[in-house]
């Protein structure tokens, strides 16, 4: 990362694609009747909205490049936080569910921790920090939701 405006950038659209995958997946699960993972799923999504919103606010007095979707350099096909596609699947298991949420966010907080290792600018570093405290704490609620799933107990996830 080399500007705050990028840094910015790649936020934003980490975040739009989180929000918008983790929807469509929350949907797909509770129109299966899976509304447990539903729940889960919509909860990781309203997570990435507010760091949606966070980021935009905080690229508000900034000249943002545009990029397209194929410009963007992500370590993986997709932007990181992207949940596997295939969590779509109608037949899928709270705990298959619980492992994709799980490398979801792993795999933002290891982007977010990358740049803040890697980079040389102090402004970065500052939000990569706060980006990365940010989704260590969605790592630790998935693990205790798969604590609970693992010890038989209801996930500790309530609708909003």
Not at 17 to 31: I, K, P
Not at 50 to 69: G, N, V, W
Not at 79 to 98: K, M, T
């Amino acid at each position: 990362m080399d500007t705050v405006e990028q840094f910015l950038a790649y936020a934003v659209k980490l975040e739009e694609e989180a929000a918008l995958r983790f929807g469509e997946l929350a949907d797909v699960m509770q129109s299966c009747g899976n509304q447990q993972v539903a729940t889960l799923f919509r909860r990781l999504s309203n997570y990435s909205r507010l760091h949606l919103a966070d980021a935009r606010a905080r690229s508000m007095f900034r000249d943002i490049p545009t990029l397209k979707p194929g410009e963007f350099d992500w370590p993986d096909l997709e932007s990181p936080e992207a949940a596997a596609i295939w969590a779509a699947d109608p037949f899928i298991g709270r705990e298959q569910a619980l492992d994709i949420a799980r490398d979801a966010e792993q795999a933002s907080l290891d982007y977010y921790r990358k740049i803040f290792e890697t980079t040389q600018d102090p402004e970065i570093r500052v939000l990569a920090k706060e980006f990365i405290e940010e989704e260590s704490e969605h790592v630790r609620e998935i693990h205790k939701w798969i604590a609970a799933h693992k010890a038989g107990e209801p996930l500790p996830v309530v609708a909003e």
